[in-house]
Every structure is written in structure tokens, then in C-alpha cells.
């Protein structure tokens, strides 16, 4: 007997329904949701557990924002997203839920690179793919992972250092007068292991007065006391290498409260800032009006590289293990037109009030 179809639909809801019940008294609620979200539609939906460290920049909200608006319904995804506020401890519980919930794919953007051995080796047990994303991790055995995909934070901050050396060579600034201070990221984390690595590398190159290293989180709050700190110790400071650029803006705060102005022309007593990211408007801005001299691009749009990756598992394809993102660098004004690093030459692009409106993020 043929039945219309409100009753095909109530029939279909009713199964749903008892399936939910039976989930949820053997006590699995959220396995329960896990596999509603799956039959929804009679259409597999892929669920895919996002485990993002945080919200603590501009740029890890434009990469979160890419990530959920490609895991979309529409897409066919159903994504499960959890904010770890910076701590570790929060994202291993996240990838244990992951786990329990039998989701078909966990993807990690990582706070710190170490201390993930035993939660990876629980997902690979569970035979649940880890992508992870942005930062690494450092574990035993690379077979915990899938894949990673990111940026080459130290090559960043090379190139960032070596369009300061140009800048600096064209305005005959002698290298043992840069006094540069450092701002770091959280510590541990790969994009503060590599730009700080850049960094120190490079101003030994060059020789340059290294005054301190200061954490600053990759946060403005943190960025201020650490520009606080570093004003009260040294009164020699011409140069500020911001590990991103959230400091940056805390950093200009605190330098034009002290009556300081930020600008390239150190010779006449400006302080030169250079920062990361680029992706906040107020930073780029900044860029524009001479504020920020230089910004290294960490491009946050990893969304649809996540998504090929995990299209590329679905089809029993293998990915490549490391997956570097190709960045550009950033300048508000056109004295350096580029540079060569490693035998490759890196063209600057230059920002004005009119290009600003063209920006990508
Ligand atoms: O540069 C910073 C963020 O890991 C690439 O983390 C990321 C960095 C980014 O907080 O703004």
C-alpha cells in the first residue's frame, strides 16, 4: 500500500526518535547526535571534530570563521567545534569527546607543539583520522598524524628581518645601531618557536643589539605589559619585531602614550614596528598610515585546504604529509620593492588608502 508523504515523514521521525532514546539510555548522548546528524536527509553527512586552541587573535577568528564556513550543512558536513581558551588540557578533552562521538574526521589546530603522544595514539587506535592544522605538533611517531597544513613561521620572520636589512641599507642605518626588541608568541607554540628563530638568526646575521625577548602571547593586553616592562628597563629601543599582530596594535598603544612616535625614520628618533598576519584591518591601517613599517602575511584561510585534504582521505587518496601555505610581505611604503632570500626573489606588496579596500580578510 501506497502511503502519502506526511506519513512517510512521521514514520521517519518516530525511527529517529527511538534511535535517540536507545543512544541516550545506554548513556551515549552524544553519540546519539553523532549518528542522528548522519542519517538526517537519508545523505551521509561527514562530521568532522574541530579542536581550535583558542580566539585569542584577528587571525584565529578569520581561520575559525573559514573553517566553520566550508564544514557547513550545506557543504554536507556537520562540524562539531570546540574553543579550548588556550589550554591544552581543554583540547585533549575535545579529542577524547572526538573519539567517543565516532567522528569521521578530528582536526587539530594545536596550542603548543608538545605533550599530544597519548591522545593521538588513542584517536589512531580508534582509527580516526587527526588533521592538524596551523601549528604543529611534536610527537614520537609521525604516524599519530595525518597531515599537516600551515604556515613556514620561520621563513615569515626571515623575510620580515631581511626587508628590514634592505630598509636599512638604503637609509645607511648602521647595523650596530638597531636596538631591537623582540615580542614573542605563546611560548611553545610552532609560530612562535619559528619567527623567534628567524629573528635571532638573522639579527646575528646582521648583527644587530638584541635588547630582550618578552612574551607577549600574541595578544594587545600582553603586548602592553611586555612594552611597559621593556620601556621601564631600556631607553635605547628603536625597533620592536611584534610576533603578530594583535602586540603590534598593543605595542603602538603603549610607544605613543609614552609620547613616542612609531615610524620607519629611526634615524630622527622614531620606533619601527613590524608585526604578522595582516590580517586585521586596524594593523594593515597602520601599515597605511607609516604606523607598522612591515608584516610578514600568515594567511589564516585554511578552511578549503582542510576540506581537499579530508575530500582527497575520503577517496582513498594520500596527502601530502606537510603542506606549506606560500605568503606574501606587506609594506606601507615602496623603498624596498623586494627581496631575495634563499636564491628566490620575494616581491613586497605595498599598501595604500586605495589598495586597503581590496583587501582579501
Ligand atoms: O600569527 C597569531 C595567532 O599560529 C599562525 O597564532 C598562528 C598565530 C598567528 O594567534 O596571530
Known amino acids: 500500500m501506497m502511503m502519502d508523504r506526511p506519513s512517510v515523514k512521521i514514520i521517519y521521525i518516530m525511527i529517529i526518535a527511538s534511535l535517540c532514546c536507545l543512544m541516550a539510555a545506554c548513556g551515549g548522548k552524544d553519540a546519539g547526535a553523532v549518528s542522528d546528524i548522519k542519517e538526517k536527509g537519508g545523505k551521509e553527512r561527514i562530521v568532522v571534530g574541530f579542536s581550535q586552541l583558542g580566539a585569542e587573535s584577528d587571525w584565529r577568528s578569520a581561520n575559525t570563521e573559514s573553517m566553520k564556513s566550508v564544514f557547513s550543512k550545506e557543504n554536507g558536513y556537520e562540524l562539531i567545534f570546540d574553543d579550548a581558551q588556550q589550554k591544552q588540557t581543554n583540547q585533549i578533552t575535545a579529542i577524547r569527546s572526538f573519539i567517543q562521538q565516532d567522528v569521521d574526521y578530528i582536526v587539530l589546530a594545536p596550542v603548543t607543539e608538545t605533550g599530544w603522544d597519548t591522545v593521538l595514539s588513542e584517536a589512531k587506535e580508534a582509527g580516526i583520522p587527526v588533521i592538524i592544522v596551523d601549528r604543529q605538533v611534536d610527537v614520537s611517531d609521525e604516524s599519530l598524524f595525518t597531515c599537516w597544513v600551515g604556515s613556514d613561521f620561520e621563513l615569515e620572520a626571515r623575510k620580515v628581518c631581511m626587508w628590514m636589512s634592505y630598509f636599512f641599507n638604503k637609509k645607511g ?63 635605547n629601543v628603536n625597533v620592536v619585531f611584534c610576533e603578530n599582530d594583535n602586540e603590534a596594535l598593543g605595542v603602538i598603544e603603549v610607544l605613543e602614550a609614552s609620547g613616542k612616535k612609531c615610524g620607519s625614520d629611526i634615524t630622527n628618533g622614531e620606533i619601527m614596528v613590524v608585526s604578522f598576519d595582516g590580517v586585521n584591518k586596524a594593523a594593515v591601517s597602520s601599515l597605511v598610515a607609516g604606523k607598522i613599517s612591515c608584516i610578514g602575511e600568515c594567511n589564516p584561510l585554511h578552511g578549503p585546504r582542510v576540506e581537499s585534504i579530508i575530500r582527497k582521505l575520503a577517496r582513498g587518496q594520500e596527502p601530502y604529509k606537510y603542506q606549506y601555505v606560500n605568503e606574501k610581505i606587506f609594506a606601507g611604503t615602496s623603498a624596498v620593492p623586494s627581496i631575495m632570500l634563499g636564491g628566490k626573489e620575494y616581491k613586497v606588496t605595498v599598501f595604500n588608502e586605495e589598495t586597503l579596500y581590496e583587501w582579501p580578510y
Open 173 to 235: 642605518i648602521k647595523s650596530e645601531d638597531v636596538h631591537i626588541v623582540d615580542i614573542q608568541g605563546t611560548i611553545g607554540s610552532t609560530a612562535q618557536i619559528g619567527r623567534t628563530k628567524g629573528f635571532d638568526d638573522m639579527a646575528n646575521l646582521y648583527g644587530w643589539d638584541v635588547v630582550a625577548h618578552e612574551p607577549g602571547d600574541f595578544t594587545k593586553s600582553k603586548a602592553k605589559e611586555a612594552m611597559f616592562a621593556i620601556l621601564r628597563n631600556y631607553d
